[in-house]
């Protein structure tokens, strides 16, 4: 399976601190930025991690960031 972009620009959304995420790393999912899983049988997996604060982050939609799940700015490269 292919990485797709989900959108050429991040997302912002207010996360809850010590709330668990699912980040969608394959761009395939219907549920964006979350993952739906739409990678099963495929080599990719999607991205748990817990919020450090409550606060908006910008989440990449975009797959290219380095910094996973948060945009780090790959969209505009």
Known sequence: ME???A???PTL????KG???AWCSCGHSTNQPWCDGSHKGSEHTPHVFQAEETKTYALCLCKG??????CDGSHSK
Do not use: G, H, S, V
């Open 3 to 5: 990485i797709k972009k």
């Open 65 to 70: 960031t380095q910094n996973a799940a948060f």
């Open 7 to 9: 959108d050429n620009k």
């Open 13 to 16: 959304l207010e996360l809850e």
């Open 19 to 21: 709330k668990t995420y």
